[in-house]
């Protein structure tokens, strides 16, 4: 091949092998096609960031449609994807505001949700991310330490919300931060601490400044500030926190505000209507500040909603209802093998039993449905094979083999 011979800069094609090129500075050349794709590139990246920023009224989500799309994907919790739909309305609603002479500034309405493991807390924010049109993220309280400690500075936050939106600092600070284990970060004691609480009352403090807003500097990269890096400045004034953790044991303290008992029945009368079942329903912001959070933080997470328990009749629901539910992804696992997987109708109430039994909220469904079908995912790709037909004797024979008991919570 002659060395003159043109081709494109960007794909190496040959000129013979396209129609046309368009000529650059210094003899660089690209082809009709790879000009064609570079368009569609910057159309999608534009009209991204312009949906981010320039959110019409007649596009904006009403919050009866995102709890609707919710409700694809999450099986109950009323009460929860109602708040937390109407929180995110507002929210738009919130960056759409224009300035006017009443003077009056709508502020963003944080919010907390509390509920026991495996009832969805999670999965609603994973789930409302899909819906929405600003930057989503979702951070883990429990590696959060103060500064100078081993851990994640509370920066962090804000370092992944920046990774979502492709280091849009003006699409960032509109965004919605979930995060999640609120309740590990809280203090030992109701008392304030007289030394470091490197992992709770510190880090409750360092959250204040990002939950009322402020202009925070953040290493891009994430990892320890030092004084050569260089900082991003990011206005957490609109950005929405939703947080979200279990409480395990705030029940007590809702008890003992209710002046009624957990176990027992020694109820005063005028508590003979409240359901001890659920005692998280009764939930208030003074229950929270017994159980560890600084009043300052409960004051910026002004909507507090909980998750209720699952029931057996949510649980089998769970299984097999929602969009993404744990058998459809088996089936969809197994039909990428040309393999069609049906469960017997008996195999899927043993394991909404045992779910129960072990008290782990849906999770539970999950690790049980695992070791079920771990050796047929081993041995099924292998066999010529087009059909599996999972029975209640090969199930409770996998469970009855394996440890699996041990999640048995007493």
Do not use: W
Request: one cysteine or more; hydrophobic letters at 40%; glycine letters at 6%.
């Amino acid at each position: 091949m002659a060395k003159n011979t043109k081709h494109c800069s960007f794909c190496g094609r040959l000129e013979s092998q396209v129609d046309f090129f368009i000529l650059g500075q210094d003899s660089a050349q690209i082809c009709n096609e790879c000009a064609v794709q570079a368009s569609e590139i910057v159309k999608e990246n534009t009209s991204k960031k312009s949906s981010l920023l320039n959110l019409k009224k007649e596009q904006l989500p009403k919050p009866i449609e995102i709890k609707e799309y919710l409700d694809e994907y999450v099986i109950g919790q009323e009460e929860a994807k109602k708040y937390l739909s109407v929180a995110v309305y507002n929210h738009y609603k919130r960056l759409m505001q224009e300035k006017t002479t009443d003077d009056v500034d709508i502020e963003k309405s944080n919010i907390i949700m509390v509920g026991y493991t495996g009832t969805g807390k999670t999965l609603l924010a994973k789930t409302i991310a899909k819906k929405l049109h600003v930057p989503f993220t979702i951070v883990d309280a429990t590696v959060l330490t103060e500064a100078g400690y081993v851990g994640e500075d509370i920066e962090s936050i804000l370092t992944r919300l920046l990774q979502v939106a492709d280091y849009d600092v003006k699409a960032a600070e509109r965004g919605i931060v979930f995060i999640d284990e609120i309740d590990k970060i809280a203090r030992k004691g109701d008392n304030p601490s007289i030394t470091r609480d490197v992992s709770g009352e510190g880090v409750q403090q360092g959250l204040l400044k990002l939950l009322e807003g402020a202009v925070v500097n953040v290493p891009p990269q994430g990892g320890r500030k030092h004084p050569d890096q260089k900082m991003i400045a990011v206005n957490t004034q609109n950005i929405l926190f939703v947080c979200g953790g279990a409480f395990d044991g705030i029940e007590k303290k809702i008890a003992s505000r209710l002046n009624t008992r957990v176990v027992g029945y020694n109820a005063a009368k005028e508590n003979e209507l409240v359901d001890k079942q659920n005692l998280l329903q009764y939930i208030a912001p003074q229950d929270l500040k017994s159980f560890g959070l600084i009043p300052e933080i409960i004051g910026r997470l002004p909507i507090l909603t909980y998750l209720e328990p699952l029931d057996r009749t949510a649980l089998r629901r769970i299984l097999t209802e929602p969009k993404n539910s744990i058998i459809k992804q088996y089936i969809k696992l197994f039909n990428m093998d040309a393999i069609e997987l049906t469960f017997d109708e008996n195999v899927l109430e043993y394991i909404v039993d045992k779910a129960m039994e072990f008290k782990l909220g849906a999770r539970g469904l999950r690790s049980i449905t695992e070791t079920i079908m771990m050796d047929e995912m081993y041995e099924m790709p292998s066999k010529n094979q087009s059909k599996l037909i999972v029975k209640l004797l090969y199930a409770q024979s996998k469970i009855e083999k394996t440890n699996l008991n041990r999640l048995r919570i007493a």
